[in-house]
């Protein structure tokens, strides 16, 4: 029988890294090209990545502006009752790799 199966892949840059107690959040900025009349603009999208266990330790190498490669799963959670109820995706990373060292500059 097939799997269903919801997940990702990114590659991008590490805006900011947030260590809790038992998971760690690692913010990535992944790049997209769209079209402005004749010219070609550049439109960032911040994704929250939440690591846990093995994969949070893989994080402690990494760095603002490192270029990393990120997989995983998607889950939506849901919070609160009756008529005010809040959801989120989560991204769930499986793997987290740094592919390249910031070179200092600002991406």
Not at 78 to 95: C, K, P, Q, W
Request: charged share 30%; proline share 1%.
């Amino acid at each position: 029988m097939p799997q269903n199966i919801a997940e990702f892949r990114i590659i991008g840059r590490i805006g900011k890294i947030t260590t809790r107690e038992r998971v760690t959040y690692v913010s990535v900025a992944a790049n997209y090209n769209r079209r402005d009349g004749d010219d070609w603009k550049k439109d960032t999208y911040w994704n929250s990545v939440v690591c846990f266990s093995n994969v949070a330790q893989q994080t402690e190498a990494a760095a603002k502006g490192d270029l990393v490669h990120v997989t995983g799963r998607v889950r939506e959670r849901s919070h609160g009752e009756a008529n005010d109820v809040s959801y989120r995706t989560e991204l769930i990373a499986d793997t987290f790799s740094v592919l390249a060292k910031s070179d200092g500059e600002e991406s």
